[in-house]
């Protein structure tokens, strides 16, 4: 059984442990998003921006700071998978570049 990467990223005010596990972050264990949310572009932004004026990301219910983001960020990533299937490649390149082309005008 493969054991998945645990990255230490801080303890709450009441000391549960905040954690990315594998592709999960975690409190005390328990799975509460699978991503990271930046607070600019959060629905409720400005009642999180008045309550905690240095958060940067969301993730669920956690508010984290710059600093904490990119370390769940960078933990996030490394538990990916590599992509080995041609066609995915394949299909990412192309959206890439058309993502790019769009930016530049070209359509």
């Known amino acids: 059984m493969e054991t998945m990467q645990t990255t ?4 709450t ?3 549960r442990k905040v954690e990315v596990i594998g592709a999960l972050i975690c ?3 328990n799975p509460v998003a699978d991503q ?7 629905p ?9 004026p240095n958060a940067a990301y969301m993730a669920g219910p956690i508010v984290l700071t710059v600093e904490e983001g ?4 960078g933990a996030l990533a490394a538990a ?5 299937d041609p066609v995915e490649i394949e299909k990412r390149f192309r959206g890439a ?6 930016e530049a005008g070209i359509e």
């Open 36 to 42: 990271l949310v930046e607070v600019k572009e959060h």
């Open 13 to 15: 005010s009441d000391g």
């Open 27 to 29: 409190i005390d264990g």
């Open 44 to 52: 409720n932004k400005a009642a999180i921006l008045h309550a905690l």
């Open 80 to 84: 990916k998978t590599a992509e080995t």
């Open 97 to 102: 570049w058309n993502a790019r082309s769009r």
């Open 70 to 73: 990119s370390l769940v960020r």
């Open 8 to 11: 230490f990223i801080r303890s």
